[in-house]
């Protein structure tokens, strides 16, 4: 079973910036495909960024892109989400989740454990 722990979240002024960090628990972290998701309140959960276990694949959400940056070091177990010129509709519940492959995924159903998730909220 692994586990994983996001921090970081927090209330920001639309413009701002903050980041955002899950550590796992599981020693083979670096071979895991790392995403992270998003849900605000009345929404269904949607995919915001992922990295291979290389960072050598990434996606990333139409709506963060050039905004929010995804990375991983994968010596202590964490992956980050840098998120810069914050908007309100950023708002919303952050998890993050893994999946035991190689590859880089954006569907949330094919993740395999998820993190509790951090508050991220945004006000104009």
């Known amino acids: 079973q692994v586990q994983l722990v996001e921090s970081g979240g927090g209330l920001v002024q639309a413009g701002g910036s903050l980041r955002l960090s899950c550590a796992a628990s599981e020693r083979t972290f670096s071979t895991y495909c790392m995403g992270w998701f998003r849900q605000a309140p009345g929404k269904e959960r949607e995919f915001v960024a992922a990295i291979n276990w290389s960072g050598g694949s990434i996606l990333y959400a139409d709506s963060v892109k050039g905004r929010f940056t995804i990375s991983r070091d994968n010596a202590k177990n964490t992956v980050l989400l840098q998120m810069n010129s914050l908007k309100p509709e950023d708002t919303a519940v952050y998890y993050c989740?893994?999946?035991?492959?190689?590859?880089?995924?954006?569907?949330?159903?094919?993740?395999?454990?998820w993190g509790q998730g951090t508050q991220v909220t945004v006000s104009s």
């Open positions: 989740a893994t999946k035991r492959t190689f590859t880089v995924v954006k569907d949330a159903g094919q993740y395999d454990y």
